[in-house]
């Protein structure tokens, strides 16, 4: 039976709106990516924040995204911290990454590079395949970084992460 996201808008909207965190989520999802309703990053933000603050990882992680990349609500570096470490702080792989990211570039914080590379380990050590690649690049001191690069961007490529394949391939 083929998807119909039109139709998983229809059900999902009533489950959203009586509260379920799950179908919040991926109501904001369908409204990111504009299936099955129009494209509206404003309204994705609303379902997010709505799921979000119910403890949904994956809505928190989202949520915090769009408050990096100033689409949807505005650009706010401290709600996007906020939201990435509820969510890190729940296991959430790709929160780990984007708050070990912030960490590193010094968005909202100031750069703590021990702290960016301490989050971005979890989330590879974690099976996060953009995380694997990104640990790769990040040799931890007494490492050899050949053989360092080599083990983790072997493990992302192996997982289907392309990236990875086309810097082994290098």
């Known amino acids: 039976v083929p998807a119909d996201p039109t139709k998983a808008a229809g059900y999902l909207r009533p489950l959203a709106e009586g509260g379920l965190a799950e179908a919040q989520f991926e109501l904001g999802r369908l409204h990111a990516?504009?299936?099955?309703?129009?494209?509206?990053?404003?309204?994705a933000a609303r379902w997010y924040e709505k799921a979000?603050?119910?403890?949904?990882?994956?809505?928190?992680?989202?949520?915090?995204?769009?408050?990096?990349?100033?689409a949807g609500p505005?650009?706010?570096?401290?709600?996007?911290?906020y939201w990435f470490q509820k969510a890190a702080d729940?296991?959430?792989?790709?929160?780990?990454?984007?708050?070990?990211?912030?960490?590193?570039?010094?968005?909202?914080?100031?750069?703590?590079r021990e702290r960016a590379n301490r989050l971005i380990q979890r989330a590879a050590e974690g099976g996060l395949t953009e995380a694997q690649l990104q640990w790769?690049?990040?040799p931890p001191?007494?490492?050899?970084?050949?053989?360092?690069?080599?083990?983790?961007?072997?493990?992302?490529?192996?997982?289907?992460?392309?990236?990875?394949?086309?810097?082994?391939?290098?």
């Open 90 to 112: 729940q296991g959430q792989l790709e929160a780990m990454l984007n708050l070990g990211l912030m960490y590193e570039q010094g968005y909202g914080v100031p750069v703590d």
């Open 33 to 43: 990516l504009g299936r099955g309703v129009l494209p509206d990053l404003g309204a």
């Open 136 to 138: 790769a690049k990040r």
């Open 74 to 81: 505005p650009r706010d570096f401290a709600k996007a911290l």
């Open 141 to 170: 001191a007494g490492v050899d970084p050949a053989r360092h690069l080599l083990e983790w961007a072997t493990r992302a490529a192996e997982q289907g992460h392309g990236g990875a394949a086309l810097r082994l391939a290098k």
């Open 52 to 70: 979000a603050e119910q403890g949904h990882a994956g809505a928190q992680n989202y949520l915090g995204y769009l408050y990096v990349i100033d």
